[in-house]
């Protein structure tokens, strides 16, 4: 048996701070253990931790889909949940829609969206107000030969 | 690769094969096969973790014998600030340095003292704009290697100083050439080790390219020796006060006195190997970035709690705190003309590859498949019986072709079960026939 891809599906629970994270930190295992280039490893984590909290402040928790191939990581992080007004306003730094709690936790900088567009190679992002929103990141897997010193 | 020296250490003899230092391992480095413990070297750090739970003492750290100092014609000996921590009869910290003289050595010199040095040259670093923030201190190797094997992407964020104890050396041993006129080789500098990690780090130096310390005495051999001692010099009496070091230099003994030291307002100091892990994960996944230097030590409570020393870190902590208390702040500074070049790393820092699959990522993609595919066979309890930490790890391990699904009790016995249900079905089948035989006759 042959396997070219590898997908993993998760499970997000929305309003568990305890919990979040928890995904992206197992998808960063993954693909340390994959022995992809650690800046690639570093760009996915950090994109999709940034996906995975939004999703869980924001979105009322959702499900997470990674596929991983040869040449790139892909994660489509969706929720049901109210969607995202302005897109362009939220892709600005510092805009946050974060509750005064959830600032008080350190969340709602304003930094997720922006984040996830800075270390993503390709971001991908479907919004219905009242409908949804799912986040597609994808990571290009950077070969052992055209890795930079 | 394989000549790689580990301090920790297995006693094959003393271990019974249960799994204790399997499952507190954090790197998952090591397994139970064929009844005993054994180490994965390429992912041990030292950090000794092992030595602390085993019910059985059948690991140790390799050290060596206070004796072995009788091999140099002058003999320092590099007192940590922790040992001033073991010691209960300690009004005076004279009696611990008297002590030291008295068991044969012929000159002390505080790795407080270095440390100081060591704190001013960070502050000087961290003024300046060059370093990659949040700066990660550079005194516990046992982080250090953990840092390469786990997280290679915080290599450049790690401080490019050589650690007090390696500073201390350099400057002892200048020292005593001066002063005896001895050459460098004839000089023993011996450091009180209280962890396997400090030991590791003299034989295979980390950001340097040789170590200073030509000698590592665990404190657990020496304690005793120097109790008597010390209270010998109780009784003779003692000379004037000669502390080479205050508040500053002695407070690195204990988790968050080097990260104060830096008088930053933006630090953070973790102790324990799990949490240390944990603010690491953090730090890759740039959510310190409002921190400007992070203070690791694997030990809980800091070097205090290393686990070659005595005394419970936190008694410990509470005795040196108010050992400096009487202490000036600092006794040592670098000068505002720059940083000593030979405090200064001079060895490139390379990640460790030992946790990736395969070198391709086509074939180790194809492995983790495997891996996935494996590891759902298996009954997720993570008890341990086949000897790996968990059933991924076990997973790990027969894709990595280590291990067999056999090891797992749980599909033994299903197995056992499948062959016991197939003979049995044998026998009533033959029974069945039989008896339709008998009715149809």
């Known amino acids: ?149 | 690769m394989s000549e790689y020296f580990h301090s920790v250490t297995l006693n094959t003899e003393l271990c019974h094969g249960c799994i204790t230092c399997v499952k507190r391992c954090p790197t998952e480095a090591i397994r139970v096969r064929n009844g005993k413990a054994q180490i994965i070297e390429g992912r041990c750090i030292d950090c000794g973790e092992c030595i602390r739970v085993c019910p059985h003492h059948a690991k140790y750290a390799i050290t060596d014998p206070l004796s072995s100092i009788k091999e140099f014609k002058f003999k320092v000996v590099l007192p940590p600030p922790s040992l001033f921590g073991q010691y209960k009869r300690q009004e005076d910290l004279e009696l611990i340095r008297a002590g030291l003289l008295k068991l044969g050595f012929d000159a002390v010199y505080e790795v407080a003292a270095a440390a100081e040095l060591v704190s001013s040259a960070t502050r000087q670093l961290l003024n300046g704009d060059r370093l990659k923030k949040p700066v990660i201190s550079s005194a516990c190797p046992a982080v250090l290697r953990l840092i390469r094997i786990r997280f290679p992407n915080l290599i450049d964020n790690i401080l490019p100083l050589s650690p007090p104890m390696e500073v201390a050396a350099m400057l002892a041993r200048r020292r005593a050439v001066r002063e005896t006129g001895l050459s460098p080789e004839d000089i023993g500098i011996a450091f009180l080790t209280p962890c396997p990690a400090k030991v590791t780090s003299i034989r295979n130096p980390i950001g340097i390219k040789k170590s200073e310390v030509d000698l590592a005495i665990s404190v657990s051999e020496i304690y005793p020796a120097l109790l008597s001692a010390m209270n010998e010099c109780a009784e003779e009496g003692l000379g004037p006060d000669t502390a080479q070091s205050g508040r500053t230099g002695m407070s690195w003994g204990n988790s968050g006195g080097e990260a104060a030291a830096t008088l930053t307002t933006g630090y953070l100091a973790a102790d324990g190997i799990e949490n240390v892990i944990n603010v690491l994960e953090e730090m890759e996944d740039d959510r310190l970035s409002d921190q400007v230097f992070v203070e690791l030590n694997a030990c809980p409570a800091g070097c205090v709690g290393g686990v070659l020393n005595i005394e419970n870190p936190y008694v410990a902590v509470t005795r040196m705190k108010h050992l400096q208390a009487y202490r000036p702040v600092s006794c040592n500074s670098i000068s505002e003309a720059g940083i000593p070049p030979d405090m200064k790393w001079d060895a490139k820092v390379e990640p460790i590859d030992t946790l990736r699959l395969d070198p391709s990522p086509t074939e180790s993609i194809r492995m983790m498949g495997e891996l996935e595919e494996i590891e759902s066979r298996l009954y997720g309890l993570d008890c341990g019986s086949c000897g790996a930490p968990s059933c991924r790890a076990l997973a790990e391990d027969i894709v990595r072709g280590y291990s067999t699904e056999d090891a797992c009790i749980y599909l033994l016995k299903d197995k056992v079960e499948s062959v016991r249900d197939s003979l049995l079905s044998l026998t009533i089948n033959k029974r069945d026939k039989g008896e339709v035989h008998k009715h149809e006759s």
């Open chain 1, 1 to 149: 048996m042959t396997v070219n891809s590898l997908h993993y599906h998760y499970d997000v629970p929305g309003d568990d701070f305890t919990r979040a994270g928890v995904a992206s930190g197992a998808v960063k295992q993954i693909l340390k253990q994959l022995g992809l280039n650690p800046e690639t490893v570093r760009k996915m984590s950090i994109a999709l931790y940034e996906a995975e909290i939004n999703m869980v402040i924001h979105g009322g928790g959702g499900v997470i889909d990674i596929d991983i191939d040869d040449d790139k990581i892909v994660a489509l992080v969706s929720d049901q949940g109210p969607g995202i007004e302005d897109l362009d306003l939220a892709m600005q730094e510092g805009w946050s829609t974060a509750s005064e709690q959830e600032r008080n936790l350190g969340f709602g900088a304003g930094m997720g969206l922006p984040n996830m567009k800075k270390y993503s190679d390709e971001l991908e992002i479907n919004s219905e107000v009242g409908v949804g929103t799912s986040v597609k990141i994808t990571v290009n897997i950077e070969k052992s030969g055209e890795q930079r010193d």
